[in-house]
């Protein structure tokens, strides 16, 4: 079975930085698509980042271009989201996600997730 754990939430004054960190176990990491989402109070869960299987390749939300970076090691079997430039509108309960295929920026597109990290970003 594959397992998916998020770490490194926490809380940060606006204009701060946190790095997120995302590992997977029990199939092998190369082979999977990773993808961060987030889910504010209210809201839909929704897409932010997303890194291909030999990290060659990434895609963002436009709301956070340009100020998150996500990446992969694959000697560690991590994925990582580098968050800098927080605002408070980027609070929110932060999940990990892989899939074998993910063909698309969405919930739907994924098929394991991690239980999130909450992050809080404050004014």
């Known amino acids: 079975q594959v397992q998916v754990v998020e770490s490194g939430g926490g809380l940060v004054q606006a204009g701060g930085s946190l790095r997120l960190s995302c590992t997977l176990s029990?199939?092998?990491?190369?082979?999977?698509?990773m993808g961060w989402f987030r889910q504010a109070p209210g809201k839909e869960r929704e897409f932010v980042a997303r890194v291909s299987r030999d990290g060659g390749s990434t895609g963002y939300a436009d709301s956070v271009k340009g100020r998150f970076t996500i990446s992969r090691d694959v000697a560690e079997n991590t994925v990582y989201l580098q968050m800098n430039s927080l605002k408070p509108e980027d609070s929110a309960v932060y999940y990990c996600?892989?899939?074998?295929?993910?063909?698309?920026?969405?919930?739907?597109?994924?098929?394991?997730w991690g239980q999130g990290t909450q992050v809080t970003v404050s004014s």
């Open positions: 996600a892989a899939d074998i295929t993910a063909v698309t920026d969405s919930v739907s597109g994924y098929k394991h």
């Open positions: 029990g199939r092998t990491f190369r082979f999977y698509v």
